[in-house]
């Protein structure tokens, strides 16, 4: 019900991450709705290792869908809902404004230590300021919409 809705993104965007990940698929596409693997876990969040072993750790314990993010707050979520007996109760709609691994080289240090000039500079150089959360907030509000009107019709 929500694979065709329409997402936005922006030129700045997709400009960068076109120039920082040529060889990447899925830095030239406009945004899209996918079903992916969630691992949960902070250690997973940063860099080109910690996403191969998001990857690998998906892998290993046969997830249905390849790994797509890394998040904290589902686990809370799930860890509640299991109380009640409400898992298969939930929803994960999830907006990735993110990414896991740097452009250029940036460490998290380089992008957040008040010592470097990249921590609050706006520039296309820094991964972390691409224009890509005010349209990621209003995809998560169109696509949430549709899966909310369809639980209140009763078609969920």
Same mark, same amino acid.
């Given at each position: 019900?929500?694979?065709? #809705?329409?997402?936005?993104?922006?030129?700045?965007?997709?400009?960068?991450?076109?120039?920082?990940?040529?060889?990447?698929?899925?830095?030239?596409?406009?945004?899209?709705?996918?079903?992916?693997?969630?691992?949960?876990?902070?250690?997973?969040?940063?860099?080109?290792?910690?996403?191969?072993?998001?990857?690998?750790?998906?892998?290993?314990?046969? #997830?249905?869908?390849?790994?797509?993010?890394?998040? /904290?707050?589902?686990?809370?979520? /799930?860890?509640?809902?299991? #109380?009640?007996?409400?898992?298969?109760?939930?929803?994960?709609?999830?907006?990735?404004?993110?990414?896991?691994?740097?452009?250029?080289?940036?460490?998290?240090?380089?992008?957040?230590?008040?010592?470097?000039?990249?921590?609050?500079?706006?520039?296309?150089?820094?991964?972390?300021?691409?224009?890509?959360?005010?349209?990621? /907030?209003?995809?998560?509000?169109?696509?949430?919409?549709?899966?909310?009107?369809?639980?209140?019709?009763?078609?969920?």
């Amino acid at each position: 019900m929500i694979r065709d #809705c329409p997402l936005r993104t922006t030129e700045t965007t997709k400009r960068v991450l076109a120039n920082n990940y040529p060889d990447e698929e899925w830095a030239a596409r406009n945004p899209h709705v996918a079903k992916g693997t969630a691992v949960t876990g902070d250690s997973y969040w940063k860099g080109s290792d910690g996403h191969k072993n998001a990857g690998f750790i998906a892998e290993y314990y046969g #997830c249905p869908d390849e790994y797509a993010v890394t998040e /904290m707050e589902e686990i809370a979520i /799930m860890n509640a809902a299991e #109380c009640f007996g409400l898992k298969d109760r939930v929803i994960s709609l999830r907006v990735i404004v993110n990414m896991d691994t740097f452009l250029k080289g940036e460490s998290p240090e380089k992008l957040w230590l008040s010592e470097t000039d990249y921590g609050s500079k706006v520039t296309e150089e820094n991964s972390e300021t691409v224009d890509i959360f005010g349209p990621g /907030m209003e995809n998560l509000f169109d696509v949430g919409k549709i899966v909310i009107d369809a639980i209140l019709a009763g078609e969920l």
